[in-house]
């Protein structure tokens, strides 16, 4: 940070037409900023402060500082800066502020899941009731394909039934054939007995 504030200083005096100016430098920090850039960055100005105003520090933060923050109870009491704990309330506010947000993500990733699923039911659904449908309509024209042929049926058996009885009643009887009887021996006899006339 002390580098970056050198080179920055560096930078503007040699960029200068008028001669070096010599820049000041001041860092600000709030303790409970949500953001890096709020709990510490450079101010430079022309003009140096008499009394350094309110949140701003002349000394700069150590070099290996990731984060650093001013903590008034530093020092003995005189305040020093210190790498950030995540115990400042502005940054407390951003971390819930970003799980929120991220929450917020999650929660829309898991309507729009709902969603696709709830649109597959609903189609399954269809296809259940369709199925259904059709299964119904299957059975009903079954029904009435087995109620014709069972009428068929019982219609050609009412026909045969008639036909048959037409044929016994148009048949002809037939008489049995009746046995003569056989001439009578006695006769027979008889007749060959018979004296022969004087006709003859």
């Not at 430079?44 to 290996?64: C, D």
């Not at 046995?179 to 022969?196: F, H």
Request: proline residues 5%.
């Amino acid at each position: 940070m002390a580098d970056e504030t050198q080179n920055a200083v560096a930078g503007v005096e040699t960029a200068t037409q008028e001669g070096p100016t010599k820049l000041y430098v001041y860092y600000y920090s709030n303790p409970d900023g949500a953001t890096k850039d709020e709990r510490c960055h450079a101010i430079f100005t022309e003009v140096p402060f008499n009394v350094v105003p309110w949140r701003m520090h002349k000394e700069a933060p150590a070099e290996g500082m990731v984060d650093p923050v001013w903590d008034d109870k530093l020092n003995s009491g005189l305040g020093a800066w210190k790498e950030n704990s995540g115990t400042a309330q502005g940054q407390i506010l951003a971390d819930a502020q970003a799980k929120i947000k991220e929450l917020d993500q999650k929660s829309a990733e898991l309507d729009q899941a709902n969603n696709k699923v709830d649109q597959a039911a609903k189609a399954m659904q269809q296809v259940q009731l369709q199925n259904t449908q059709q299964n119904a309509a299957m059975m009903k024209s079954f029904t009435v394909q087995t109620q014709n042929t069972n009428k068929l049926l019982a219609s050609m058996q009412q026909t045969l039934a008639l036909v048959a009885k037409s044929n016994q009643a148009n048949a002809t009887p037939v008489a049995p054939a009746q046995s003569q009887p056989a001439a009578s021996t006695t006769d027979a006899s008889a007749s060959q007995n018979k004296p022969v006339s004087d006709n003859q």
